[in-house]
């Protein structure tokens, strides 16, 4: 047995979180560390867990929307999305063509607001404390857009079976032009702070790099797989609710670092704002609301429908017993899936670069917990 | 020289002028605590303190009193005496330093204390304490290796950090402590070896000579020795722990760093040593390299007018000058990582400033 000296150094074991101001929530990371560098990393969740999958099992689908909210609280719109979507294409119910434009606009305003609030942490994560704040300028607006449409800035209940609540409000139109003339420009003011910035380079570039297969291996999905270089977007690989009618571009990383991933979402964020444009030039009238029964009881079966959400494929998987209920819905959350990566991304970093990698991977706990 | 006259030069005038500047030095550190909220704010597009007097003038006092009432925690595991000390080892030093930083020229108090001293003294003995520079100088003292002490006061001033994070026993402030000592000691090297190249300049060691030597060139050294100032003014960034070199206490990664078990008063003391240390670092970088109290291009005739101004005035100018740097660099940049920091630090900074010297000493001679 080697004797113990003074100088013999051990590993250190720290708890980041669940209290931890850049873990994005109730996260718990139990790293070892060697000195700085990181041995090893362990996720500790499930501070979040409400049940959200059981308890929608107790109440009819349309009871169940407002419960998917608040999965994923802050891509809302699309989580609501994704299950209408699902129960939809359980009852074959048409949605009319205004509806489905509409959604498709509050869909990527939801992905835009997702993204600046990604921009705003992951930069004040890595110490840059104005872009935060410009983040969440642009983010104010559209939460007000959503105030005025449906009612509510986080937990929006943004659809209805078969299409929405109400349609657009007066002046609604115009609000959407005015931000989509003026976002691009803000867009500029972040890159001008960050892209060429050389310590953000140097903070990102070369971080958290995984190859396009290691992450199809581990399931990764969203921006964080299409930094790898994997041409896979939900929205032009199986579109869904008219999708296909408008035109963006995928934008893909080479390397697969910290670094391709912010330029990935900084663009989806600019692609998000194009078909926000060609939604608002090309708004057909009609109604916004279709028909649909009452009360739904979906046909004996399983359904499986997914989306290109914010942070990666949303996948929702609803088995129907016949009755008003569904007998079991599982969410597929993207960042969930991503956050296994997390050991394998961090192994061999530093410290710091743990709070930029789990930046990276955008996550957000009332999703990963549900 | 009497009694009475050695008595006023130096004991009565350095401690009235020793309580002056820590009073107007408290006060400068807590407002500048709301300067940095301000100017941040409004880079960020938002109003920053705006509740508490007009403006959010009197936010600092609030802020102040909101400490003083907040309950006294030492951790039960911690090293309690050390703990307790940590904070005022690092607030101290920082005041220590403004004895020997000229805020004036030599004759600034000329004519205050000639009204003053007439009052208690002959006039024959007034004229001999006036024309001692100690006593009517924009200065405490005048100490000839005046440089030599600002850096080895400044550095005590690192250990409060070290023992501090060191005394809580906790895993955060350890790390924080580890970042900072290595950190310090990179960057003081570097340091050093920027104020040699004005030390080379001027020929003295003390600072108030330096700033006279400025004079006798008619320029400021920032011309003369720019690779110098702007390697102090980096390393400066770093020795203070502000973005983009606040890995000590880094948030968002070690939670507060070495004062992440400290609360209520005590961290507030390390609070306002950074304050303290910015407004140390951007005086001292003055006095080096700014010409301290002369006003822009000293010995240019036709701008005698700007002499209106007195000279603790030009001093406090610049210091509020570089200050504003100091703030807007942190509203602007992110931060470094670790490692980098030593690679610049050892790297880049260190030889660049040792060729500086070299340079510099090579030119002198020829």
Redesign the interface.
Known sequence: MEQATVLDTKV?E?NMGPQ???THGVLRVKLK?DG?KVVDADCVIGYLHRGVEKISENRSYINGVPYYDRTDYIAAVSNVYGYLLGVEKMMGIEVPERARHIRIMMTEFNRIASHLLWLATH????????V???CF?EREEILKLFESLFGARLTTHAFRVAGLWKDLPAGFEQAVRDFINEFPHRVDEYEQ??TN?R??L??TQGIGVISGEEAIDWGLSGPVLRGSGVDYDVRKARPYGGYEEFEFDVPLGENGDTYDRYVIRIEEMRQSCRIIQQVIDGLPDGPVRGKAPRTLKPAVGEYFSTIEGPRGELGYYIVSDGSVQPFRVRIRPPTFISLQALRRLVKGH????V?AIIGTLDIVLGEIDR | MTFEETLSIYVFIPLVKIVVIVLILSGAIAYLTLLERKIIAHIQVRLGPMRVGWHGLLQPIADGLKFLLKEDIVPSKSDALIFTLAPMISLIPAFVVFAVVPFGSPETLEGPLRWVLSWFLEAGSVETVVQNPIASGGFVTDINIAILFVLSVSSVGILGVILGGWASNSKYPLLGALRSSAQMVSYEVALGFSIIGVLLVAGSLSLVEIVQSQQESGLWYVFVQPVAFILFFICGMAETNRLPFDLPEAETELVGGFHTEYSGFRFSLFFLAEYANMITVSAVAVTLFLGGWLRPFPNVEWLGFLDVIPSVLWFLIKVFIILYVFIWIRGTLPRFRFDQLMEYGWKIFLPVALGNVIVSAGVLLL
């Open positions: 250190l720290v931890h101001p850049s560390l700085e930069a004040i994560d890595i110490g840059a404390m104005t935060f704040l410009y300028r702070l960050l910035n310590i953000w140097a903070r530093l410290m710091a670069d709070i």
